[in-house]
């Protein structure tokens, strides 16, 4: 007998992958739990399945780095009690972060997929209940959107949670409205715009030379540092809370169509964002 919670949690994060460099993502969580009934009748009480495994994936994958340890192109280390990880990507630029360790996943896989990342956490996973669990099954899988959505990495060094580390991201659905009709158009623009992209404050920035930029900043969990290549890094002038990447997204757009009312929907994840409404240029 089995049991089960579907869309358990969804973790939000990014990964390294040796193709794309760095990439936002957003799965959700499906688990099961195989085993014999206790003496409430139940294989686990679902309260205690749903803490232990949030508690766990929170801790472990959401708003982390997923770092695939096991392919050819990453090499890490650890240095004065942080994490330094760098990819080359195959046209010569590379992508390094270099931050505190409990940002950064280390998964010993060669690629960061659904199911690599699920059967890495189950090799962690398997002692975590008692004996009347006999085996756990967990997947992930990415929210189904039917419109264009976009891949973002960023960091919000002001937060006081985990979002304020450099490289954590997500898969977001974008709703564009211009006077108050649906503009696919627009969505799609934005994202191919911001597909694997870094969305980084430009005050945050210390180098660039003619392929890269670097960002650096100093939070409540330590000092963070980020390299990557320059077309896959789009600057703007504020921090990047989904707020205030919705009100650039207004701004630009009206700006493109100044004498159109603008409506955007920008999501940070699954069921969250933020809402900015701008009216036409008189």
Not at 79 to 107: C, F, M, N, Q
Not at 203 to 226: C, M, P, S, W
Not at 264 to 281: C, H, M, N, W
Request: net charge negative; proline share 4%; aromatic share 8%.
């Amino acid at each position: 007998m089995r049991l089960f919670v579907d869309n358990l949690t969804n973790i939000d994060f990014s990964y390294l992958c040796p193709e794309r460099g760095l990439v936002g993502e957003t799965w959700l969580a499906h688990v099961q739990l195989e085993g014999s009934l206790n003496h409430q009748g139940m294989i686990c009480d679902f309260g205690i399945v749903k803490k232990k495994l949030r508690d766990w994936l929170d801790k472990t994958l959401d708003h982390c780095l997923l770092v695939p340890a096991k392919s050819s192109t990453i090499r890490s280390s650890t240095v004065d009690g942080g994490t330094v990880v760098e990819l080359t990507l195959p046209s010569h630029e590379y992508v390094r972060v270099e931050s505190p360790s409990a940002a950064i996943t280390l998964i010993e896989v060669a690629v960061v997929t659904p199911e690599t990342v699920a059967e890495w956490c189950l090799s962690q996973l398997q002692t975590m209940f008692d004996s009347g669990v006999v085996k756990i099954y967990l997947s992930f899988s990415p929210e189904t959107i039917e419109t264009p959505y976009y891949h973002y990495s960023h960091g919000l060094k002001k937060h006081e949670g985990h979002c304020q580390r450099i490289a954590h991201g997500h898969r977001s659905k974008l709703l564009i409205w211009r006077d108050s009709q649906l503009c696919i158009h627009s969505m799609q623009e934005w994202a191919e715009k911001w597909r694997d992209i870094y969305i980084g404050t430009e005050d945050d920035r210390i180098f660039e030379d003619e392929n890269h930029l670097g960002f650096t900043y100093k939070a409540q969990q330590g000092v963070f540092r980020l390299t990557l290549p320059k077309r896959s890094c789009y600057l703007i002038a504020s921090d990047t809370t989904v707020e205030l990447l919705a009100q650039h997204l207004a701004n630009e757009l009206s700006l493109q169509y100044p004498n159109t009312d603008i409506h955007v929907q920008a999501f940070e994840g699954i069921s969250k964002g933020a809402i900015v409404t701008l009216p036409r240029s008189k």
